[in-house]
């Protein structure tokens, strides 16, 4: 027997559970309620640090799984360093160190022992890995040496964390290459920047604006940084993932030379790259809606959630054929049986919409009777009546047509936020007045950036690779430009 709420408290329930905002009304409290109202994480008792729960782990564990394929692809190898890192290594690069000293967490004691030195929690690694690098790198035969780590690290330098977007405590990956020319090291940027780009695509439906930092904004201790840039759709920007040319800055700071070819001593070229969990709230952001999340289905942990519509009479029968599609949905995709006792299907319709789930599967005795099944898009809400016998090769179908149309809606709202100014007061207007970031030629100094911050609140999010050269004047100081940059308020 199948014993269901009255309806008084399922809908009671169901109220309690939904969204109470609309994301385009109230995005930031929006965001809040959908990651937490759907499951897809929770709150821990330390300020900034997140409970993954298995929706979000299983896609994050998704995209280490494909990311650390491509890298291997490429040569890169993984590794593992410590937690923790002594503070007379942070101190060796000072640029590097400065630019972190307000993010970092420091061990100081152990028990009633007070620590001689300091211990920091890794904000990142450079420094305990290039320790190392120093003693294994001798000559060019050591070279190229390419590892990589999937970590967690800390970072405290604000006051109000946001959930993947300013945690504190975030997972990500470490890339850090060491190369004898600076030519094998810029070969490089292309490549990870490549896979990242492709992830990005064909996984989390999400387009991207690939550019290069300005000096103001690149990485500590960098000669040049790269990153792919989002537009969340309250109108402000998101660095994404990212890839610094290091040079010889760590190398010379570290002592990570070598012996070429013809017994000379150069100084190693090195690279270091990254991409976060930061993502996975991008994704939340970009393509949830005022039902819940809508998960992308390459990165859903559960692709297709059955449900059989359960009557007082011929239950067992309709259960047993649900278990047979989920059964032989099993050999290919990410499924389950919703048999829950004491919930109608409409609560579960409701339920399964707010976790995000792609595709949803109705089975009741008539679709029973005639071997069909009734298939749900959970981006679009659209249904169709698929046999079962030809349901796997549809559901690829589907989930491919989904990711498309998932992928062009986001492409569709990132253009939109991309505007033009060739004035300065014309920039500020459409700061003001639109959602977005604005594209204007800029000169290139950190000056004029600066200034342009102070007064708008918009910094450079990255200047677009692949453009034209042109031939204008900086919006700032009206000094020669050959580039457009693009200027946004970011997270």
């Known amino acids: 027997m199948v014993f269901k709420l009255d309806a008084k408290s399922q809908n009671q329930e169901q109220d309690k559970k939904g969204l109470t905002v609309k994301k385009e009304e109230n995005f930031s409290e929006w965001y809040t309620q959908v990651l937490l109202k759907s499951g897809f994480i929770d709150y821990s008792d330390v300020s900034g640090s ?3 729960l298995p929706s979000a782990y299983g896609a994050w564990q998704i995209v280490t799984q494909v990311v650390d394929s491509e890298f291997k692809k490429n040569g890169v190898e993984d590794v593992y360093f410590p937690l923790l890192i002594p503070e007379k290594l942070l101190e060796q690069e000072k640029d590097h160190f400065e630019g972190f000293v307000p993010e970092v967490a420091w061990v100081t004691e152990t028990g009633n022992t007070k620590l001689e030195e300091r ?7 450079e420094t305990i890995m290039y320790k190392s690098y120093s003693k294994w790198i001798r000559s060019w035969r050591d070279l190229p040496l390419r590892f990589n780590q999937w970590n967690n690290v800390l970072r405290w330098e604000f006051k109000h964390p946001t959930p993947f977007i300013r945690s504190r405590e975030f997972l990500w990956n470490e ?3 060491v190369f004898a020319t600076e030519e094998e090291a810029t070969a490089e940027r292309d490549a990870i920047l490549g896979i990242y780009l492709k992830t990005l695509r064909e996984y989390f439906a ?8 300005s000096d103001g904004e690149k990485f500590a201790g960098a000669v040049a940084s790269y990153s792919i840039e989002h537009m969340m759709p309250d109108g402000w920007a998101l660095q994404g993932p990212d890839f610094h040319l290091d040079g010889q800055n760590f ?7 070598f012996l070429d070819k013809e017994g000379k001593k150069q100084f190693a070229w090195q690279n270091t790259y990254a991409i976060s969990t930061r993502e996975l709230g991008v994704m939340v952001a970009v393509h949830g809606d005022n039902k819940g999340l809508v998960l992308p289905p390459k990165l859903a942990y559960i692709q297709i959630i059955v449900i059989p519509i359960l009557r007082k009479e011929g239950s067992s029968e309709v259960l047993k054929f649900a278990e047979e599609i989920n059964a032989s949905l ?7 049986v919703d048999d829950r006792e004491g919930y109608s299907p409409g609560y579960k319709f409701n339920d399964w919409e707010l976790k995000g789930i ?10 029973m009777e005639r071997k069909v099944v009734s298939v749900a898009r959970r981006d679009t809400g659209a249904k169709e009546e698929v046999p079962a016998d030809s349901l796997s090769s549809r559901i690829e179908s589907i989930i491919s047509e989904m990711h498309e149309s998932m992928y062009e809606k986001a492409e569709k709202m990132l253009q939109s936020y991309v505007h033009e100014a060739d004035d300065y007061d014309t920039l500020k207007e459409m700061l003001t007045s639109k959602k977005g970031m604005v594209s204007a030629p800029w000169c290139g100094s950190v000056e004029c950036e600066t200034k342009i911050k102070s007064e708008t609140g918009a910094k450079v999010t990255n200047i677009p690779i692949g453009q034209k050269k042109i031939s204008s004047k900086c919006i700032y100081c009206g000094k020669p430009a050959e580039e457009r940059a693009n200027f946004a308020r970011s997270y």
Do not use: D, N, Q, Y
Request: contains cysteine.
């Open 175 to 177: 890339g850090h290459s």
């Open 119 to 125: 211990l920091a929690i890794r904000p990142t690694s």
């Open 206 to 213: 999400l387009p991207g604006i690939l550019g290069k930092k």
């Open 358 to 367: 792609p595709l949803r599967i109705e089975i009741g005795p008539k679709e």
């Open 330 to 336: 099993k050999k290919k995709f990410r499924c389950r």
């Open 251 to 257: 190398a010379k700071a570290f002592g990570i030379s």
């Open 50 to 52: 997140l409970v993954f």
